[in-house]
């Protein structure tokens, strides 16, 4: 099939290898390459330092028993059914409000209103989170005079309502319109509509959002410091007084001069990270498989 | 939501309602629309249509792009409000009530005025079953042991029960798109409204699909009011007892030219207007 040609003319040409553009080609793709490359090395080298060192840390007093003194035969069970108790709390608080505040703002809100929540929303995500444990301090421990494992889950609730809100008005503005109008036009209610075609079409994404903000809660140290404190009495379901968490945890314990404090630290970041990472895994599995359908 | 559903719109507004608006006869109109314009914000979309459309029977709407067809279309069960600034002006009786009534819940007038969109809209969460039942479900007057008749029935009318039967709980999705077309048109016949609307409703389908759905619409004729807008000459000729043929203004609204039976429009129409559109000459 190949039809007669004539040798290719200079204007079709491309570069030789000499060639100023060709040149410049190169040097850039290796240094988008290298800051790729420096980019990655942090987190790679913390997962395989955290893993390494955490690993190492591993045993069956960690998840077991209460820490003592020095650290000899202790371990950070209060520390992980803390993590557990708070963050599931703030869960409790942060889905119905983050989730009604995104549907408002993408199914109700006029565009002005909305723009603004948004806009506040977005600040929301991006304050310091240590203010936010100042905030909650000053409303849910002062006035009790006591730290309190409720302060820290408002304060984690406080960090995860922007991100549920956010996602859930992103995802829903996602979900076609025309699944509104049919369901409006078969004489349904605009609220059922909402919840029943909007929602429920866009809940794997809203979940997604949800699953995030749980891991972002998992890992936040500073609403925790002045707020649940953290504790080194074991406290099941006791939300009135102080309660360990992992971030704590490890934040307390990598600071003292014992070495068996220092391992019990290492251990405590492996198993957060192993759980911030469980939670991203299956919310990208997730979305792997909304996208093959 | 409950059992006073059977006459939900306003009592009659107008007595005068029978005066033939579109030159249809005597029969009492099952829609009657009077003088009415229709904006989006300031800018007016259709203005002064008069006509009148009879019951069981099927009007197409046809016209250039940008007149107006289904605007006015979604005036007919109030869709159209849900547009921002969208208002209207004029009158819409259906069976002699005022829809634009202060007094009529315009999603009740929904149960009333189906509609079937121009892209199969069948909800993507929900089986073949689920779909066909969503209007009786989500409206709150699920009767369980009714369901599964009204799902045969309904199915059956659109002409899609013997493709159906054995998958009802397969979603709703994974048929083809003219199967989905007759699954949104089963859809709406099973809250049991009066009238259906149908916005271009084979546009998107591929010739085969839109000659089952044209069969479809001949059929639903004996239990329904259909009004059909479409841009396809032909299917109004094929499918229609009576047209109106709109087209647009300087002022970019959109107008009614002509009314009439069908076979008078496409054949031996009164205006120029329509003449040159049905012959091809613009449009």
Sequence with gaps: ?293 | MTTDEQRSVAPAQAPTAEAAAGGTGAASPKIEVRDLDVYYGAFRAVKGVTMAVRPRSVTAVIGPSGCGKSTFLRTLNRMHELAPKARVEGTVLLDGANVYDPAVDPVRLRRYVGMVFQRPNPFPTMSIYDNVVAGIRLAGRSSRSELDGIVERSLRRAALWNEVKDKLREPGTSLSGGQQQRLCIARAIAVDPEVVLMDEPASALDPVATLRIEELIAELRTNYTIVIVTHNMQQAGRVSDETAFFTMDEDRAGYLVEFGPTREIFTNPREQLTEDYVSGRFG
């Excluded at chain 1, 290719?8 to 800051?35: F, N, Q, Y």
């Excluded at chain 1, 690993?55 to 993590?83: E, Q, Y």
């Design chain 1, 1 to 293: 099939m190949t039809a007669a040609a004539v040798p290719i003319p200079d204007h079709l040409r491309r570069a030789s290898g000499r060639e100023r553009r060709a040149v410049v080609d190169r040097s850039m793709r290796i240094v988008t390459l290298a800051c790729t490359v420096i980019a990655i090395i942090p987190l790679v080298a913390l997962l395989a330092f955290v893993t390494i060192n955490g690993v190492a840390a591993l045993n069956v007093d960690l998840i077991t028993k209460p820490p003592r003194a020095l650290g000899i035969g202790g371990g950070a069970v209060t520390a992980i059914t803390g993590s557990i108790q708070m963050v599931a709390l703030a869960t409790l608080i942060a889905v119905p409000v983050g989730l009604s505040a995104g549907v408002y703002v993408s199914e109700l809100a006029g565009h002005r209103t909305a723009g603004v929540i948004r806009f506040a929303a977005d600040v929301l995500v991006g304050i310091p989170s240590i203010l936010v444990g100042v905030f909650v301090f000053t409303f849910l421990v002062l006035p009790f005079k006591q730290y309190n494992a409720f302060a820290g889950s408002v304060a984690l609730a406080v960090i995860m309502v922007p991100v549920i809100m956010r996602t859930t008005e992103e995802i829903l503005k996602l979900v076609p319109g025309d699944l509104r109008e049919a369901s409006l036009a078969l004489g349904i209610r605009r609220w059922r509509t909402v919840l029943s075609v909007a929602v429920r079409v866009g809940w794997p994404g809203i979940l997604t959002g949800i699953m995030l903000a749980v891991a972002r809660a998992a890992g936040e140290t500073a609403p925790l410091i002045m707020t649940a404190l953290g504790s080194r009495l074991l406290n099941i379901g006791d939300f009135g007084r102080p309660m360990d968490a992992l971030p704590l945890f490890i934040y307390q314990n990598a600071r003292q001069p014992y070495p068996a404090l220092n391992e019990q630290a290492w251990g405590a970041a492996f198993l957060l990270l192993l759980a911030v990472l469980v939670i991203n895994i299956l919310v990208r599995a997730r979305s792997l498989r909304g996208t093959s359908r």
